[in-house]
């Protein structure tokens, strides 16, 4: 992951993922070896925004969810960058 601002991100074509409740989980299916990871809160709601509006860039995540949980981008944008880190680390979503 770069870290640009401006990169945009989508879910990758080989992820299964339902909705529990208000929970979503996630798998890599090409990774033989890959677990499970159940979004909550702040990071569902990026990941129906991604499956919603995707690719989309960083920013519109950023402002997106600061909007939704009426908090500023400086606030959110830490967050949001390291939850994209982790899901792109996990193979769930890829840039572009």
């Known amino acids: 992951m770069t870290g640009e ?3 945009t991100w989508r879910i990758a074509g080989a992820v299964a993922w339902t909705a529990s ?3 979503i989980v996630a798998l890599d299916l090409e990774s033989p070896t890959a677990h499970p990871m159940t979004l909550q809160e702040t990071a569902a709601y990026v990941w129906e925004e991604l499956a919603e509006s995707g690719p989309i860039s ?3 995540l950023v402002k997106n969810i600061a909007e ?4 500023t981008q400086d606030v959110v944008r830490n ?18």
């Open 58 to 60: 960083t920013d519109a």
């Open 5 to 7: 601002q401006s990169e």
């Open 79 to 96: 967050d949001v960058l390291e939850l994209l880190e982790r899901l792109h680390e996990q193979h769930l979503i890829i840039a572009g």
């Open 21 to 23: 409740g208000n929970d």
């Open 68 to 71: 939704a949980y009426d908090a």
